[in-house]
């Protein structure tokens, strides 16, 4: 299966978007990691 993700790094919260090859729709929310981006990003998509 594939996945099509977006992510949107703000201040205050990291906010991602998945869409999977059957058109299904995930949103996640995780604070954001000013000091390193990834980390919000990675327990927004976990």
């Not at 991602?16 to 990834?38: L, M, W």
Request: glycine fraction near 10%.
């Amino acid at each position: 299966m594939t996945y099509r993700i977006a992510v949107d790094v703000g201040g205050t919260f990291t906010d991602v978007v998945a869409v999977d090859s059957a058109g299904r729709v995930t949103f996640a929310k995780a604070p954001s990691t000013p000091d390193n981006q990834a980390v919000g990003t990675m327990d927004g998509i976990a």
